[in-house]
Antibody
């Protein structure tokens, strides 16, 4: 059974940093691209970042480019999202999501339960 | 404002069929065949229901089907069941290697 378990969410002040982690199990982690998708009540679902199975290719949405960095450690079956220069509008539940292929397809096959990030002073 | 446009809500009775539309542009749905649909029940993570416009992942009921015409994709659910009541989101690949979502449609099964 595929399991994705996010951690690292919490309350952070504007301008601060946070790192999310997602530990995967139940599948060969390095064979699949991985993504971060966030959800807010007002904006619904937003794709944030994606990374290929080998970690060589990374992609970011325009609204986080330069502030967020996606990475992975295949030896630890773990996906990361380093979030810097956080803004109030980054407040959301962040999901990690397994892609359908080793390259980024934009199809999110399995999802974690989500980690809440709140940016507020 | 979301990148893709969906109706805020649709409703139907058990056994009926409903269709949810998803309108994009010539930068996404209009030129790519990479459209997907997700079902989300309250408090749960989304679930992939359709990918590549028409394909269903293993385990998804064949009551769910997808289609596309020009800049608009559609999700049809036939033989509505009470458990189909949920939020539905469309998504599409967009130029510059990004993925965009619709704003979501709340399906009510009366």
């Amino acid at each position: 059974e595929v399991q994705l378990l996010e951690s690292g969410g919490g309350l952070v002040q504007p301008g601060g940093s946070l790192r999310l982690s997602c530990v995967a199990s139940g599948f060969t982690f390095s064979n699949y691209a991985m993504n971060w998708v966030r959800q807010t009540p007002g904006k619904g679902l937003e794709w944030v970042s994606g990374i290929s199975g080998g970690g060589d290719d990374t992609y970011h949405a325009d609204f986080v480019r330069g502030r967020f960095t996606i990475s992975r450690d295949n030896s630890k079956n773990t996906l990361y999202l380093q979030m810097n220069s956080l803004r109030a509008e980054d407040t959301a539940v962040y999901f990690c999501a397994e892609d359908l292929s080793i390259g980024l397809t934009g199809y999110f096959h399995n999802w974690g339960q989500g980690a809440l990030v709140t940016v507020s002073s | 404002q979301s990148a893709l446009t969906q109706p805020a809500s649709v409703s139907g009775s058990p056994g009926q069929s409903i269709t949810i539309s998803c309108t994009g542009t010539n930068s996404d749905i209009g030129i790519y065949h990479y459209v997907s649909w997700y079902q989300q029940h309250p408090g749960k993570a989304p679930k992939l229901m359709i990918y590549d416009v028409t394909y269903r992942p293993s385990g998804v009921s064949n009551r769910f089907s997808g289609s596309k015409s020009d800049n608009t994709a559609s999700l049809t659910i036939s033989g509505l069941q009470v458990e189909d009541e949920a939020d539905y989101y469309c998504a599409s690949y967009r130029r510059s290697t990004t993925v965009v979502f619709g704003g979501g449609t709340k399906l009510t099964v009366l």
